[in-house]
C-alpha cells in the first residue's frame, strides 16, 4: 500500500450530522465484515458506532462476542483518528483487554465510547466501554503501536 493513499474512507456523514463515516477503502478486507462505522467526538471521547445485522448475531440472536471483539478492535484505531493521533499509515493493536458484561441486541446500533489515557511517541492508551443505549454491553483498555517510517 502506498503511504500516500488512505486505506480508509474518513467523511461527513449528510445523513448523521455531526458524525464522521468511517470505511475501509477495501471491501475485500476483514473490517468491511463489520459494515460502515460512524465516528465523533462527544466530550472529550470519541464516539464510533456500529450498526448490528444478523451476519453479527450468534444462535441466542444477539451480537456475537467475535464480532464485538472485531469491532472494540477496529474502534481503538477509529477512536485515534477521531483524537487527531492516527491519519494515513498503518498501525497494529499490541494489547486488547475486554469484559463482557451484558448482551448486546441486534435491534439498536451499538456504540463504543473510547477515552485517550496516554500517547508517547510510538504508543497510544484508551479505554472504554460499548453501550447500547443505556445498557452496558462491554469495557475495555487497548494499546496500540504507531506507524514509524524507517
Same mark, same amino acid.
Given at each position: 500500500?502506498?503511504?500516500?493513499?488512505? !486505506?480508509?474512507?474518513?467523511?461527513?456523514?449528510?445523513?448523521?450530522?455531526?458524525?464522521? /463515516?468511517?470505511?475501509?477503502? +477495501?471491501?475485500?478486507? #476483514?473490517?468491511?465484515?463489520?459494515?460502515?462505522?460512524?465516528?465523533?467526538?462527544?466530550?472529550?471521547?470519541?464516539?464510533? /458506532?456500529?450498526?448490528?445485522?444478523?451476519?453479527?448475531?450468534?444462535?441466542?440472536?444477539?451480537?456475537?462476542?467475535?464480532?464485538?471483539?472485531?469491532?472494540? +478492535?477496529?474502534?481503538?484505531?477509529?477512536?485515534?483518528? !477521531?483524537?487527531?493521533?492516527?491519519?494515513?499509515?498503518?498501525?497494529?493493536?499490541?494489547?486488547?483487554?475486554?469484559? #463482557?458484561?451484558?448482551?448486546?441486541?441486534?435491534?439498536?446500533?451499538?456504540?463504543?465510547?473510547?477515552?485517550?489515557? /496516554?500517547?508517547?511517541?510510538?504508543?497510544?492508551?484508551?479505554?472504554?466501554?460499548?453501550?447500547?443505549?443505556?445498557?452496558?454491553?462491554?469495557? #475495555?483498555?487497548?494499546?496500540?503501536?504507531? #506507524?514509524?517510517?524507517?
Amino acid at each position: 500500500m502506498n503511504e500516500a493513499t488512505p !486505506a480508509f474512507i474518513y467523511e461527513d456523514d449528510p445523513a448523521l450530522p455531526g458524525w464522521k /463515516r468511517w470505511t475501509l477503502d +477495501d471491501p475485500t478486507r #476483514f473490517n468491511a465484515l463489520l459494515g460502515p462505522l460512524w465516528v465523533r467526538m462527544e466530550e472529550g471521547q470519541a464516539r464510533v /458506532r456500529m450498526v448490528p445485522e444478523r451476519r453479527h448475531s450468534n444462535l441466542g440472536d444477539k451480537v456475537h462476542g467475535g464480532a464485538l471483539l472485531g469491532f472494540i +478492535d477496529v474502534a481503538l484505531f477509529a477512536a485515534a483518528r !477521531a483524537h487527531g493521533l492516527l491519519d494515513v499509515g498503518p498501525a497494529v493493536t499490541l494489547d486488547l483487554s475486554v469484559q #463482557f458484561i451484558g448482551a448486546g441486541s441486534l435491534d439498536a446500533p451499538v456504540e463504543a465510547e473510547v477515552e485517550l489515557l /496516554r500517547e508517547t511517541g510510538r504508543l497510544i492508551f484508551l479505554r472504554g466501554l460499548i453501550v447500547q443505549g443505556d445498557a452496558r454491553v462491554a469495557s #475495555f483498555s487497548g494499546t496500540v503501536r504507531k #506507524f514509524t517510517k524507517k
